[in-house]
């Protein structure tokens, strides 16, 4: 429905010209900031995300809380506020405001040395980001544009130049309410959920968008959207951009808290405002721009398979300077170590235990001897024992895991103990304080806590869950409970294709087969690669995050020894076979082709510094170089030809790489020879690729006739000596 006049007319005229003159930002437990554009700047934060994705942990801390990388969440979005240049600070919180007190009044935000000129917590009982927008709206202590970010945003974006094009759109139109933040990223990146995938339609002359929409593959809804024709008629360009990751960071006017109001059933920022009030154009003459960055990182956590890709990134250092060597906090002495491993002071290392890459290792933790750390985050105080393997793991403050444990892709939380020779597989969460006793395997479905949806400790501990002597048991979400805040599944699958999800779950940090299916179904514009393989559905999930980490390591030029090592212990993790990595390889080597093409490179050259220059990975994907027929070499050359079908310029590049893999000695004249005569390579599109490499193969024949022709000669030769 449209604003109501009455409304409108309740805001003075001397605050329409106060707007021009402050800048606020609010930020909220849901992680929401506001911001005014002025000689000083304010910020409002949502500390409340009103979902319950994160459960088991939001039942006893608010996510904003929960810590990245071994810093609280809220951390990186003051600091992104700090850095904007925001003065006055508004964290509006809900569930667990008393944490959220605590932890600011502690915090250097409100030391003398703060960056903000205030900092101010606003207590709610709203159940949604809508409810807490329309309180925040009846508080009226927003006076002019305001910045509205989410508490769980991490980013090092500049907004200056979004802030002054946003200032010059308003002078000249006063219906323009809104700037939305947007990072290009392709559609495979890994901080973007690829369950439900948001599409921003826009007028590229403007800037303005004109339809928001999420597609859902689990719902039906995976690869349609629907435009009003009006819009097809009356603009003539438009961009369909699937390849946006939303910053959650809006620049608006307090137009937009106007329409919150008038609009009760407005509960989302997205789903329910932006798609709303485009809708509803006609109606409200409001219009909504974006601003769409490609240089900077932005990123929201607003699910746990987004906390894992973020912590990456963090840890990566492509959030810089928002990495753990930074020291945000007061008391941290993170150093930066080769391998992107973080160590603090106090670390106590056994004998012989290893310590891999992308690691970061808290203050005062203690690794025993012969322990394997692996892609692991370990918070302070620490006990891990002997034998103990942790890959791809988070674990908080205080965690205690007993000697011969292993812990693979899993969270552990603050003072939760793990016994020995326990195995925690991937996906699985244990809350605060939960006790395993020895000898227990706790499977990737589960979600542990003591803690019930009220807030208590459980007098329940399901011993055929954590053992005799544990405490804790399976949380099993309360609908009842939950029927007032977001339904968004809080199951974490990491990559166990047997779990269930519901239909509105995205808390995963790996892939679903149905988010691979729907993000193999789009096309876009910068692709090179097609997906035509109808591999079992357990590999989907393999291949999606192997591909994304074999390309995240050529990009950053690892060695090949490293890259072959971290993918072949992912494969050992899930029991894929060898052509999967294979295809992973294959595919991340060509996807690399294809960003040196667009820097500029040529294709043959771009084809040789990714085939040579990491020949040792894909050596170590080949086993019948001693055996008379080539199946794996067939693989690699068939596989080749699948992820080049389509591409303008497939015959090119076919030629390139299968000359490229001859010259290198990855594949024998036999092999290019038994892939050439395999039927597979010649079936519909596939035969398309072959035409530039006939020639190649026709010079191979050749030489192998000639090499015949001189075996015969020695031999009749050696008859006519014998005789």
Known sequence: MPPKASKSKSHSKAQEEKREESLQAVVSRTTICLVNIASYQHAQVLAD?????????????????????????????????????????????????????????????????????????LKSDATSVGDALRDLDHR??????????????????????????????????????????LREAGIEHRTKSAGRRPVFVIDPSKKRCLHYEEMNSSTGSGTNIEIDPDLLSSHGELEIREDLIDCYIDICTPDVLNLWSDNFDYQSVRTSFLY???????????????????????????????????????????????????????????????????????????????????????????????SI????????????????????????????????????????????????????????LISYDVKLSDNIVITGTRKLTRIKAGGDVSPQTELAVVGEGGEGYDHVPDS?????????????????????LSNLSISTLGSTASEYEAMQSISRKDSLVSETSNEAEPNKDFHVEATSN????????????????????????VDVSQHEIRRAVVTAFLKRVANLEASGLGARESVQKVFGKYKAVLDRTIFDKEAQMKPDQIDLLILVQEQLVGHAKGDNLMLFVAKELYDIEVVEKDGILQWW???????????????????????LEEEEEDDDDDDEDDEEDDDSESG
């Open 49 to 121: 995300s009103y979902e319950t994705r994160f459960t088991p942990f939001t039942l006893e801390r608010p996510r904003c809380l929960l810590p990245l990388a071994n810093t609280p969440l809220i951390e990186y979005t003051l600091e992104f506020l700090a850095h904007t240049g925001i003065q006055e600070v508004f964290i509006y919180c809900g569930l667990h405001t008393g944490q959220v007190e605590e932890y600011i009044n502690s915090s250097k935000w409100k030391s003398s040395s703060s960056s903000f000129r205030s900092l101010t917590l």
């Open 140 to 181: 009226d202590l927003i006076t002019g544009d305001f910045v509205l970010v989410s508490g769980d945003v991490i980013s090092n974006i500049s907004i200056e130049a979004s802030l002054a094009k946003h200032r010059t759109r308003r002078e000249k139109d006063k219906n323009a309410i809104m700037t939305i933040l």
């Open 276 to 370: 709303g009030v485009l809708k509803d154009y006609e109606l409200n003459g409001k219009t909504i721009h974006t601003h769409i960055i490609s240089d900077q990182y932005a990123a929201r956590v607003k699910s746990l398979r987004a906390y894992d890709a973020i912590s990456k990134d963090v840890i990566g250092r492509w959030a810089y300077p928002l990495c753990p060597d930074s020291n945000l906090m007061r008391g941290q002495s993170y150093r930066y170590g080769k391998g992107e491993i973080y160590t603090e002071d106090g670390v106590v290392l056994g004998r012989n235990c290893s310590i891999q890459n992308r690691s970061v290792l808290g203050a005062g933790t203690s690794i025993g001897n012969d």
């Open 373 to 428: 750390v692996r892609e692991t985050v370990l918070g302070r105080q620490c006990r891990i024992g002997r034998n103990t393997v942790l890959e791809g793991a988070y674990i908080w403050d205080n965690a205690v895991v007993g000697d011969g444990s292993v812990i693979k892709r899993a969270i552990i939380g603050k003072g939760a103990i793990v016994g020995n020779n326990c195995i925690v597989e991937q996906g699985a």
């Open 480 to 500: 009842d409970s939950d029927s007032n805040r977001s339904s968004a599944s809080a199951s974490l699958v990491y990559r166990k294709p047997d779990a269930s």
């Open 550 to 573: 074999i390309l995240d390591s050529l990009q950053k030029d690892e060695l090949p020894d490293n890259i072959f090592l971290e993918l072949n212990a992912f494969r050992m993790t």
């Open 677 to 699: 005569d395999d039927k597979r390579s010649k079936d519909g599109e596939m035969t398309k690729l072959r035409g530039l490499t006939e020639k190649f193969v026709s010079y």
